[in-house]
């Protein structure tokens, strides 16, 4: 059967919500009636061991042409061997318009919704909370590539972590905003405009793209602003779509102080990528790590001198039974003589929403961690911070 191949690919049984079966394994929860193709490729992932019944079982609430459009994807993403969305887009070019974009994708939109691109059903991955509305009004919900932000008639999305690759464009005459507006916003939308704002620049224009637009889910036009904001190796596409370019500048008023004054400030809206806690959703085993170098030389003769380095390790277990343990282990100094220490912490915890309350933390003291999920594709990570310099962002491992 083509999709035991892939099925663990397309969204790991661990991240996409899976529960018990009678017979020992894991059976998918069906998403609601009138699924999309996108909502049911995430039920296959959940499915362990991948057997018929279960894929049957993610068929029977999807919506009149989906099962057909959804075994071709995984079909397609087994033979090519591809794991992501990026890879699925260049070798199963067809399956992807056709599962992602095309009218499979969009049975489940709103049609009076203001222009989504996509489905606004949530993903069913396994936490409790898959949508939260904010005290300024603003909702967000988890999708299976983005999380949608709504007030009134304004979205906002919040594109998931996508690769950068300088070598997409470089050498072509196109920018970074020019390849992530072509690849993904035009993907959505019939562009009418594209538009800079490149005043004042000095040869380093920002990172941002406005114009109208028709979304093609809703057949609405639209006006779009889109603003990139970059990590180590990936960029974040923040897009607005709004039913003018007033609203988009009312909302998101220039930034005076910006770098590039004029600019509205939408990659703020990053923000709303958080979601509360469930009384059992950090149950399991969450890491972060991380470290650097730093080489040395001479400032009169220029000759190497040494590299210093730091490493972390943190990694926490939360039990069903309320107890946790962390193990906090690091190394920092000269490369090749390097001071080492591990901090170990048993005691019992508490999930509430917005917080993470520990006992027996540093000198037996109770701490309370300000805390929330960050929506990812597949999955979720969990934000630790104690308001004393100690954040963690951590994902989850194992259960």
């Not at 779509?241 to 007033?246: F, Y």
């Not at 912490?345 to 933390?361: D, H, N, P, S």
């Not at 630790?384 to 989850?396: A, I, K």
């Amino acid at each position: 059967m083509p999709f035991v191949i892939l099925a663990g690919c397309v969204v790991p049984p661990t991240a996409a919500g899976a529960y018990p079966s009678a017979a020992g394994g894991t059976t998918a929860a069906a998403p609601a009636a009138g699924a999309t193709c996108a909502e049911t490729i995430v039920c296959y992932g959940a499915c362990e061991p991948v057997t018929d019944a279960c894929i049957a079982q993610c068929e029977t609430t999807a919506a009149p042409g989906v099962p057909a459009q959804g075994r071709a994807v995984v079909t397609c993403m087994a033979s090519t061997g591809c794991d992501t969305i990026e890879c699925l887009q260049a070798q199963c070019p067809a399956e992807y318009e056709a599962c992602f974009s095309g009218a499979g994708a969009q049975v489940a939109a709103n049609p009076g919704g203001g222009g989504s691109g996509t489905t606004t059903a949530p993903v069913r991955d396994g936490f409790e909370h898959t949508t939260v509305t904010f005290d300024d009004g603003w909702t967000s919900t988890v999708l299976a590539d983005r999380v949608l932000v709504e007030r009134g008639g304004v979205r906002v999305h919040l594109f998931y972590a996508l690769p950068y690759n300088a070598s997409d464009f470089s050498g072509t005459g196109r920018t970074a905003r020019d390849h992530y507006w072509d690849s993904i916003v035009a993907r959505e939308h019939a562009v009418e405009q594209k538009l800079y704002r490149d005043a004042g620049a000095m040869g380093m224009p920002p990172h941002y793209i406005e114009g109208w637009a028709t979304d093609r889910a809703s057949g609405q036009r639209r006006f779009l602003a889109m603003d990139l904001s970059f990590e180590p190796n990936f960029a974040l596409v923040t897009l607005v779509s709004a039913p003018d370019d007033g609203t988009v500048f009312t909302l998101f008023p220039p930034d005076a102080n910006a770098f590039h004054p004029g600019i509205p400030t939408i990659s703020a809206m990053q923000r709303f990528n958080r979601f509360p806690l469930g009384a059992r959703d950090v149950d399991g085993t969450w890491q972060e790590g991380g470290g650097g170098t730093t080489s040395w030389y001479d400032a009169h003769t220029g000759a190497y001198v040494g590299a210093t380095g730091v490493a972390t390790s943190d990694v926490f277990t939360f039990s069903p039974d309320g107890s946790y343990t962390s193990v906090h282990n690091g190394a920092t100094g000269r490369v090749g003589g390097m001071n080492t220490y591990q901090q170990a912490y048993r005691g019992t915890f508490e999930a509430a929403r917005w917080q993470l309350v520990a006992t027996e933390r540093f000198q037996g003291a109770t701490q309370t961690f300000a805390a929330h999920l960050v929506a990812v594709r597949g999955g979720r990570l969990l934000a630790l911070d104690d308001g004393r310099g100690s954040r963690y962002t951590l994902v989850r491992t194992g259960r």
